[in-house]
């Protein structure tokens, strides 16, 4: 699950609480704007292409599922664990 925050300054991870990733999205809440620009960001970031980057759940919502096809769980949580302990330092 993701917790998206627009409008922000830049897209980036910021941490991980109960189970759901927040994540500062630039992109504004309109005509899915927020939504593509977070679709691009998790492709580039768990090194997917777009096409297997889907928004599962939370179209118009804050808490959102996404699904990345051609990638493990444990694929998935080793990046997020390198990018969550490389902002610790």
């Known amino acids: 699950m993701v917790l998206a925050v627009v409008r922000s300054s830049r897209t980036e991870i ?3 609480h109960q189970e759901r990733c927040r994540i500062k999205v630039k992109g504004a809440p309109v005509d899915g704007e927020a939504n593509a620009e977070l679709t691009g960001f998790l492709a580039k ?3 997917v292409p777009k096409s297997k980057v889907s928004l599962k ?3 118009t919502s804050r808490q ?4 990345l096809r051609g990638l493990d769980y444990g694929q998935a949580v080793e990046i997020l664990d390198g990018i969550l302990n490389r902002k610790e330092r």
């Open 14 to 16: 910021v941490d991980l």
């Open 45 to 47: 970031t768990f090194g």
């Open 57 to 59: 759940q939370g179209q």
């Open 64 to 67: 959102k599922a996404f699904l």
